[in-house]
Nanobody, 113 residues
Framework: QVQLVESGGGLVQAGGSLRLSCAAS????????IDWYRQAPGRQRELVAR???????YYAASVRGRFTISKDNAKNTRYLQMNGLKPEDTAVYYC???????WGQGTQVTVSS
């Protein structure tokens, strides 16, 4: 089973940026779609962004224009570049491979006002 490991979270002031990484433990040739989800305390996990094998992307309305999802197949890694961060972006961020239902362990993002 492929393992997904997120990194890059942290504490940032409002308006700042972070880049999250989702590294796969082995080749991701069998993974065509990667999602980034987030879950804030007391709230349901929500889909933030998606990238497919054809590089088609999807963004939730709340992050569109601020977040960018990308991938580097040579490194088996997907990224979530987050700019213009807001306090409401505070959450644990997870990467997910929906075709296999693989989940990472999550990385905390905290945005202070």
């Amino acid at each position: 089973q492929v393992q997904l490991v997120e990194s890059g979270g942290g504490l940032v002031q409002a308006g700042g940026s972070l880049r999250l990484s989702c590294a796969a433990s082995e080749s991701t040739l069998s993974i065509n779609v990667i999602d980034w989800y987030r879950q804030a305390p007391g709230r349901q996990r929500e889909l933030v962004a998606r990238i497919s094998s054809g590089r088609a992307t999807y963004y939730a309305a709340s992050v569109r224009g601020r977040f960018t999802i990308s991938k580097d197949n040579a490194k088996n890694t997907r990224y979530l570049q987050m700019n213009g961060l807001k306090p409401e972006d505070t959450a644990v961020y997870y990467c997910h491979a929906p075709e296999h239902d693989y989940w990472g362990q999550g990385t905390q993002v905290t945005v202070s006002s």
